[in-house]
């Protein structure tokens, strides 16, 4: 078992590997609850894989224990949601107006071992603090089904239910999410936003 201080640090290239199995390892074994194996294998194409923009960007964070992974998680500036699939060309995602758009909070995932102990949260704290020093006032998701209590529980209210289609004929629900703050900062109640999904 590891033990000592829990670090959120900036995620860098070298990452890259690590955390995209341990986002893979996470959809595996915690989104069973909501989801059948064949569509966690479709989503691991999409869903389970990383998107490079957000190392590159300097937005996504590593929450580590003893200087092991065991967490992820980040925001974006741009206007992407979720990464694109495997099966489509990679392009530079437009970046967004804090003023007048909401700052993304881009896949958090926690090692299946390490869940139900506020690593979740310090990763999706740390993204907001970020975005709201961008300037973003308003943030908004797309969550997992078996992730939806967690982000009501950090103040993120439901919009609408979306559906991806996957390769094998797989359709994967997931739901849309926003938050907005007060001028205090403090968490409140969503407006709705239409933003893209790839």
Not at 47 to 57: A, M, R, V
Request: hydrophobic letters at 40%; one cysteine or more; a positive charge.
């Amino acid at each position: 078992m590891l033990s000592g201080k829990l670090v959120v640090r900036q995620a860098h290239a070298a990452d890259g590997d690590t955390l995209e199995m341990l986002q893979r390892l996470a959809l595996r074994r915690l989104a069973l609850t909501h989801y059948s194996g064949s569509h966690i294998e479709a989503g691991l194409s999409f869903i389970g894989t990383l998107d490079p923009e957000l190392i590159e960007d300097g937005t996504y964070y590593v929450a580590e224990i003893g200087g092991r992974a065991i967490g992820c998680g980040g925001w974006s500036f741009r206007a992407r949601m979720v990464p694109s699939p495997e099966a489509l060309p990679r392009r530079p995602s437009p970046v967004l107006e804090p003023q007048s758009d909401a700052a993304r909070i881009r896949a958090v995932f926690v090692h299946p071992d390490w869940t139900r102990r506020g690593i979740a949260r310090r990763l999706v704290d740390t993204a907001e603090a970020a975005a709201r020093r961008a300037g973003f006032r308003r943030f908004a998701l797309v969550a997992t089904l078996n992730a939806e209590a967690l982000y009501r529980s950090l103040g993120y209210q439901p919009v609408e239910r979306v559906f991806f289609d996957l390769p094998n004929q797989v359709r994967l629900q997931a739901i849309r999410m926003t938050k907005e703050l007060t001028p205090h900062g403090d968490r409140l109640t969503t407006d709705p936003v239409a933003i893209p999904w790839v």
